[in-house]
């Protein structure tokens, strides 16, 4: 049987750099960081054993005088503000593609602050990277996910359209489309995907299609994987999610010659090659 791991596969360069700063600062002992630093649970049980602990925002507020890693995520200017007041040493892993988004939306917030503008973000509500941008206009940017969230927008201002950097490039071009149809020349669109994300999708679809079963591998929290594992699906009907090789099982491979295995950004490369280690076993 032929088993391959997709290339493209694996940690994006934001969550390989989160990753390595992590790990260097456990070296000089305890690190705490808001929300699991990659949303894959082998990844964190094994940072977890090195001294890394997760927190959420409640108990951020009420540390004093210790070290946080800001994941690669980003966060709102409020989480800064906080560290500074009680002498928290920031350790900031913020994706530079998430850090730059941050500043053109804060930039754009300003400009169009006199006319009353609105700053839209197409992305997932309550979604971390989310919460950073949002966190630049004072709490004052519309989040949409579908046609209804359109509802928020008052078309008769000037309307600055954003993407949370990890969304579905066809979506954020399809709801694009009608915000400019109901808001003609007061609409200005940035598409500000990670194009490190986006052209994973049509790699992905090249990949299913050559296997007999996909094996996609990702953590249960990722929305990345949840939509890469879709992407497959479409493709590739014989698709399988796991999250570890202990969720194999003979009845996957039944007749197969061909295995194709991939994964979520937040998928380490350490688990798809267990993964195949174990199906080349049996």
């Known amino acids: 049987m032929q088993v391959e791991i997709d290339k493209n596969s694996g940690f994006c360069t934001g969550v390989v750099n989160a990753i390595r700063k992590a790990e260097e600062e456990l070296q000089r002992g305890k690190l705490y960081c808001i929300g699991d630093i990659v949303h894959n ?6 940072l ?3 001294g890394l602990q997760t927190i959420e925002h409640k108990e951020f507020t009420e540390l004093k005088n210790c070290r946080v890693l800001f994941r690669a995520h980003g966060e709102p200017p409020s989480s800064y503000e906080m560290a500074r007041k009680n002498g928290v040493e920031v350790v900031d892993a913020s994706c530079p593609v998430v850090l730059n988004l941050q500043r053109r939306i804060r930039e754009a917030y300003e400009a169009i602050r006199g006319e009353r503008g609105q700053i839209v973000i197409y992305g997932k509500r309550g979604h971390a990277e989310v919460i950073g941008l949002v966190g630049q206009t004072c709490g004052e940017a519309l989040v949409v996910e579908n046609e209804d969230d359109l509802r928020q927008i008052d078309f008769t201002k000037p309307v600055v359209v954003f993407s949370q950097t990890t969304k579905s490039l066809d979506g954020f071009r399809a ?6 149809q109901r808001g003609g020349k007061r609409v200005t669109v940035y598409d500000t995907i990670c194009r490190k994300v986006a052209n994973r999708i049509p790699q992905l679809r090249d990949f299913a299609r050559v296997h007999d079963v996909i094996i996609f591998v990702s953590g249960k929290k990722s929305s990345n994987g949840k939509q890469l594992y879709t992407v497959c699906k479409e493709v590739n009907p014989r698709t399988y999610f796991v ?3 202990e969720e194999l099982s003979a009845e996957m491979f039944e007749g197969v010659n061909s295995v194709g295995i991939s994964g979520a950004t937040s998928t380490p490369l350490w688990v798809t090659e267990e993964i195949r280690d174990r199906i080349l076993e049996k």
């Open 41 to 46: 649970n082998l990844e964190m049980e094994r």
């Open 175 to 180: 709801i694009s489309a009608l915000i400019r």
């Open 243 to 245: 999250e570890s090789a």
């Open 48 to 50: 977890q054993k090195k």
